[in-house]
């Protein structure tokens, strides 16, 4: 069995670790959470204890060090009472309330925890993700802005500057819009003056690939799979428009400022969508919403937004790609 790291030698002040061990989109509706702890506790090392492939991401978050966290079948790599501030920003529930209790820490930041003895507020039901970890560590004296969503930029170039991002890929099929559809979006865009480049996951590529094929792409065009995370939020931080489902691409466009047309289907927008200042729109039919995340086959809810009205949405935003491919100026650092 492979050893899990373990939270680094303290380098002299006291840690605070924050528990969101889930995927990208999870991670970044704790953003607002995240920063109102680093003003709260500059003096402290903060820690997230995230998937391990978030590593990349992790980098341009408001923490200082990431600690691989699988899951929840195993404990958090820390010794009891290393601690000094452990957060709970991943549930209420006893599997995670379990991990942050045996860290033994001077101070825990968490919902009500009768079986531990902590206090916090009541979980919420029918709230938007950010709002209810944000709401979390207001109630603890620590004021959160949930829409306080960006994130630092990569160092390292964008490879694609100023390109419209087709994002195709999701987890699960219910996110799947129909291949057919995207490419006829990318004719759209491309008649728009645009030049469009295809992402996803390495899961994605066959996918991408058709994609690419029927809208009349070149296969350079085809970035699904070639590009390691922190590459892929430099894509898109540097992109003139990002057209994607709901994954973590469109929570990227989000935290950049991205004008973004997000297509909804199991998951409601109103607890996983954009902030409604951004130049974001979302596409959705709610009325025949099946709502099975893990669904293998598209949610009614996704194949009830057609092209017409990824395109219609596009045409009401502000692209402008030969902006989106200038040098940014200052952005938001860890």
Request: charged share 15%.
């Amino acid at each position: 069995m492979t050893a899990v790291p373990a939270l680094p030698p303290s380098d002299g002040r006291p840690d605070l670790l924050v528990l969101r061990a889930i995927k990208l989109g999870d991670a970044l509706v704790a953003v607002p959470a995240l920063h109102a702890l680093r003003r709260a506790f500059p003096g402290h090392r903060i820690t997230l204890a995230t998937t391990g492939w978030l590593a990349p991401v992790v980098e341009l978050l408001p923490v200082d060090v990431h600690l691989a966290q699988h899951g929840l079948d195993h404990p958090i790599a820390a010794p009891a009472g290393a601690v000094d501030v452990a957060v709970n920003l991943h549930g209420a529930g006893p599997e995670s309330s379990d991990l942050v209790a045996a860290l033994a820490a001077r101070r825990v930041i968490g919902h009500a925890d009768p079986t531990h003895g902590y206090e916090g507020p009541v979980w919420p039901d029918d709230v938007h993700e950010r709002e209810r970890w944000a709401d979390l560590v207001t109630w603890h004296g620590i004021p959160a802005d949930p829409d306080e969503v960006a994130i630092a930029r990569p160092v390292a170039p964008s490879v694609a500057p100023g390109a419209a991002v087709v994002h195709i890929g999701a987890f699960h099929g219910a996110r799947h819009w129909p291949t057919d559809r995207f490419a006829a979006v990318v004719r759209g865009l491309r008649e728009r003056g645009l030049d469009v480049v295809l992402t996803g996951g390495a899961d994605d590529v066959e996918r991408a690939t058709a994609v690419a094929q029927a809208a009349g792409l070149p296969p350079e065009a085809v970035l699904a799979g070639a590009l390691e995370l922190q590459a892929f939020a430099g894509v898109i931080a540097s992109a003139a428009l990002v057209v994607t489902v709901d994954t973590g691409a469109a929570h990227l466009a989000s935290a950049y400022g991205i004008p973004s047309v997000v297509v909804f289907g199991p998951a409601p927008p109103e607890a996983w969508g954009p902030p409604a200042s951004g130049p974001h729109v979302v596409l959705t039919d709610a009325s025949v919403r099946r709502g099975d995340v893990f669904a293998e086959d598209p949610d009614p809810a996704l194949l009830a937004v057609g092209v017409e009205d990824v395109l219609a949405a596009v045409d009401s935003l502000p692209v402008d790609p030969a902006a989106a491919a200038a040098p940014a100026g200052p952005v938001p650092s860890p």
